[in-house]
């Protein structure tokens, strides 16, 4: 028979796999499914749809639309933004419109 390494007992696991699967089941811990919302729902003005992990991955793609709905003088999303301003007046509205749209994240299902 082969030799067995110092680090294999009888019955166990070789150290490598040990590892392997170790690194994997720490990868799958930390994996998150990801989740879908649109510049509507993010009270945009079109169905853009952004694709995240987290509610600030989806903020940062929205926002990124924004300016360049912006740049583009792109008045459906210009109207949206003005809204929004109205919607925003104090630094308490902004958190608590930030709160509520980062609840309707964490309660939509996931991407499968």
Do not use: Y
């Amino acid at each position: 028979m082969g030799e067995r390494s110092a680090c294999l007992p009888a019955g166990r696991v070789p150290c490598v796999h040990k590892f392997w699967n170790n690194f994997i089941f720490n990868k799958l811990q930390n994996f998150k499914q990801m989740k879908t919302m649109t510049c509507n729902q993010l009270s945009g003005a079109c169905d853009l749809e952004f694709h995240a992990n987290t509610f600030e991955e989806i903020k940062e793609m929205s926002m990124k639309h924004g300016m360049e709905m912006f740049q583009k003088n792109d008045k459906p999303h210009l109207d949206a933004m003005n809204k929004m301003k109205e919607l925003m007046k104090t630094p308490e509205d902004m958190k608590t419109w930030f709160n509520n749209k980062r609840k309707e994240f964490d309660e939509l299902p996931d991407i499968k």
